[in-house]
């Protein structure tokens, strides 16, 4: 049973505009939730993290958000990019383990 | 060379081939992990290394064999692979296990095909 999920599939802003990239949990034992930038026939890229003692981090043009009362996660690139186009991948791991746990990705096209 | 280096990039094998694939990073970390990325399914872990100890075998069948001979290295010997085996393998290394704020960075794959 997959415990971090990304509902859309792939996401379409305008240059200039807000991005937000949205990602739910359930294992209520996660404490740590980063975000990954995949570009095609790339791997991964590490993009910004987050620990549960926090609800925001902020790296420039990217915040991450964290709800832990909703399991919730999301991403926002403010002013997007075309460059920002890519797979963004959530993924969470609890601090007794290591592993990551990933979402399926979200496609994120940023048109001129 | 910097960050973490797969090789080869692309693999075309038979069932009944026996190959390896590698992995490099120059970050000087403890940590190494494979992952396999299948068609439409997230990324699953499949083997850690922690200071050259494997910590982790996430139920992976037995014709994937992992070694890694120091914390730079890292192989995925492959033989008597399936079909369902094709996928991308990426390799990722980190400063600590499981540490807070040790993000993993992960090579650009191996992009691997079963015939």
């Known amino acids: 049973d997959q415990q971090v999920k990304q509902n859309s599939p792939s996401l379409s802003v305008q240059e200039g505009r807000i991005s937000i990239l949205n990602c739910d949990y359930t294992?209520?034992?996660?404490?740590?939730f980063l975000w990954y930038k995949k570009y095609p026939a790339e791997g991964p890229t590490f993009l910004i993290s987050?620990?549960?003692?926090?609800d925001k981090n902020e790296d420039g043009r990217f915040t991450v958000f964290l709800n832990k009362s909703a399991k919730h996660l999301s991403l926002h690139i403010v002013p997007s990019q075309p460059g920002d186009s890519a797979v963004y991948f959530c993924?969470?791991?609890?601090?007794?383990?290591?592993?990551?746990?990933f979402g399926k990705g979200t496609s994120l096209l940023v048109t001129p | 060379e910097t960050g973490v280096t797969q090789t080869p990039r692309h693999l075309v094998m038979g069932m009944t081939n026996k190959k390896s694939l590698k992995c490099e990073q120059h970050?000087?970390?403890?940590?190494m992990y494979w992952y396999k990325q299948s068609a439409k399914k997230p990324l699953e872990l499949m083997f850690v290394?922690?200071?050259?100890?494997?910590?982790e075998n996430n139920s992976v069948p037995s014709r994937f064999s992992p070694e890694c001979p120091n914390s730079s290295h890292l192989f995925l010997h492959l033989h008597t692979l399936q079909p369902e085996d094709s996928a991308l393998y990426l390799c990722?290394?980190?400063?600590?296990?499981?540490?807070?704020?040790?993000?993993?960075?992960f090579g650009d794959g191996t992009r691997l095909s079963i015939l």
């Open positions: 990722a290394s980190s400063g600590v296990q499981g540490g807070d704020g040790q993000p993993q960075h």
């Open positions: 294992n209520s034992m996660f404490d740590y």
């Open positions: 987050i620990s549960s003692i926090k």
């Open positions: 993924a969470a791991s609890s601090n007794s383990g290591y592993a990551l746990n």
């Open positions: 970050l000087g970390h403890n940590a």
């Open positions: 290394y922690n200071f050259k100890e494997q910590t």
